[in-house]
C-alpha cells in the first residue's frame, strides 16, 4: 500500500517530473495533440469564465485543470478567470454548485461538482486556495452515507434531496478528492478539527458494487465468469444481465471497474487483497481502448480519463494481457488519444450519454489523460 500511496502523491501534484517518457516520435505527437487541443479550450471560454454550462461548475474545473497540467504558463489567464467562476459557486457549507434552472434528480449535484471542483482548486498549489479546499473537505466528510444499509460508506449527487442514493461513480470521484487534497489538514489552525471521510465505511460500500464471490454478499452481484472482480454503478442498481433462470444481475463494465480499482487504491486496500487483484485481473481479461467494455460507446472518454488515473496509480507500465501479449498501456492510450482528435482540436463524443457529445467536457477530460499517460 505504501507504492500505492507514494503514486497517488506523486500523480496528484501538477509539474510532475516524467517517468521513462512515451517514444521521442509520440512524444511529439502526443505534444502537438496537446497544443491543438488547449488551445481549442481556449477558444471556447466564456467572457466570465465558465465552459460548457454554467449551472456545472466541475466543468469548468476538469477544463482548468487540464490547462493547468498542460500549458500552465500559456494559458494563465484562461486558468485566473476559471478559478475566479469557481469561487463565486462556494457555499457558506463549503460545497462548490450551482443551483439548477429547472428542478432535476439530484439537485445541484453538489457532490459531483464539489469534489471536482476542490481537486481542480488544490491543483493550482495557491496558498489563498487552502481555506477553499479545508472547507470543501469537511463538506464531503459530512455527506458521506454512513446509514449502515447498501449505502453505507458511498456518495451521492446530493444530499439535500433526501433521497437515499449512492453510487461508485460520485463515490470514488469523492475519494479521490479527499485523498488527493489531504495534505491541506496538515495546514489548519491549531485545535481545529480535522475533516476526512470513513475509509473503513468506504470498503465497505466498493464491496457493494464488486462483482466478486465472498465480498458482494447481494442477490443482485453477478456468479458470471465474465463479471468476476468488475464492478458495477450502483448497489441494486445499473447495467443488468439475466440469467436463464431469470435471475437479474449487475454487469461489470470497463469505466466502472477502473474506477473501482482506483478507489479501492485511495481507500488503501493492499495490492495483494483478492479485491485489487480480482479488479486488476477484470481488467486485462477485458482490455480494449475501441469502447468502454460492456458498454460500446457510452461513457468513452470518462472510461479512458479514469483509465489513465487507474492504471497510473497501480504503478505498472507494462501489462501483460490475457492472450500472452505485453503493452505498454501510456503509449496505447496515447496513440488512441491521437487518433481521435478532431481537425480543431477537439474531442467529442458521437454518443451523447451523459454528456459526451460536449466537446468542453469531452476535450478536457482527453487532455487530461493525455498528461497521465505522459507522466
Known sequence: MKKFLMVLVVAGCAGVAARAG?????????KLAQARGVAWVLAQQQHNGYWGSPEAPAMTALAMQALNQTAPETALAAINRAMV????????????????????????LANYNTA?????????????????????RA??????????????????YDAETDRAYADLSNSYMAYEAMR?????????????????????AARQFLAQVQNLPGVNTNAYASDREEDRGGFS??????????????????RSYGSMTYAGLLALIYAEVDADDARVKSARDWTIRHWSLEENPGMGQEGLYYFFNVLTKSLRAAGDDVLTLADGRTITWREEVA?????????????????????????????????????????
Open 22 to 30: 512515451l517514444p521521442e516520435e509520440l512524444a511529439a505527437e502526443v
Open 85 to 108: 467562476f469557481i469561487l463565486t459557486n462556494v457555499h457558506p457549507d463549503g460545497s462548490i454548485w450551482r443551483e439548477p434552472s429547472m428542478a432535476r434528480r439530484g439537485g445541484g
Open 116 to 136: 471536482i471542483c476542490m481537486t481542480a482548486l488544490h491543483d493550482l498549489k495557491r496558498p489563498e486556495l487552502v481555506p477553499v479546499v479545508q472547507n470543501a
Open 139 to 156: 463538506y464531503l466528510a459530512k455527506v458521506q452515507y454512513l446509514d449502515g444499509g447498501n449505502y453505507h460508506g458511498g456518495m451521492g
Open 180 to 200: 488527493l487534497t489531504q495534505d491541506v489538514e496538515d495546514l489548519r489552525a491549531s485545535g481545529e478539527a480535522r475533516a476526512d471521510l470513513d475509509w473503513a
Open 233 to 250: 454503478y450502483s448497489p441494486g442498481a445499473g447495467a443488468s444481465v439475466t440469467n436463464e433462470e431469470g435471475k437479474v444481475m449487475l
Open 335 to 375: 496513440r488512441k488519444l491521437v487518433e481521435l482528435q478532431r481537425p480543431d482540436g477537439s474531442w467529442v463524443n458521437d454518443n451523447n450519454r451523459w454528456w459526451e457529445a460536449d466537446p468542453n467536457l469531452v476535450t478536457a477530460y482527453t487532455l487530461l489523460a493525455l498528461a497521465a499517460a505522459a507522466q
